[in-house]
């Protein structure tokens, strides 16, 4: 069992830049594939960024392509996602989610499905 908690998020205003944490309690964090994902009113929740168990590879939605960095800081236990140029779009809660990963330690898992493990999310609201 790993726990996660998010932190980092408020309301901001169009264009402004956030960062986001997610750190791990329960286990080293270096077992887990990470990925950011997020999820407004009436809607599904949505793949935003994601990051391999070895950190060399990343993955991002086409929405937020460019404006949106994930990384990770095993040492910390932490995952980020840092948020650039936002848009009243990008509001929604944000969670991290991790996978128990034995291989493939180079593939970035983009489908919810695919998480084993869930943060309670962080509310985002950007403001025009």
């Known amino acids: 069992q790993v726990q996660l908690a998010e932190s980092g998020g408020e309301s901001v205003q169009a264009g402004d830049s956030l960062r986001l944490s997610c750190a791990a309690s329960?286990?080293?964090?270096?077992?887990?594939?990470l990925g950011w994902f997020r999820q407004a009113p009436g809607t599904e929740r949505e793949f935003v960024g994601g990051?391999?168990?070895?950190?060399?590879?990343?993955n991002y939605a086409v929405s937020v392509e460019g404006r949106f960095t994930v990384w990770r800081n095993n040492d910390k236990n932490t995952v980020y996602l840092q948020m650039n140029s936002l848009k009243p779009e990008d509001t929604a809660v944000y969670y991290c989610?991790?996978?128990?990963?034995?291989?493939?330690?180079?593939?970035?898992?983009?489908?919810?499905?695919?998480?084993?493990?869930w943060g309670q999310g962080t509310q985002v609201t950007v403001s025009s």
């Open positions: 329960g286990r080293a964090l270096s077992l887990f594939a």
């Open positions: 989610a991790a996978k128990s990963v034995s291989d493939l330690w180079a593939y970035v898992y983009t489908t919810r499905s695919d998480y084993d493990y």
């Open positions: 990051i391999s168990r070895g950190g060399g590879n990343t």
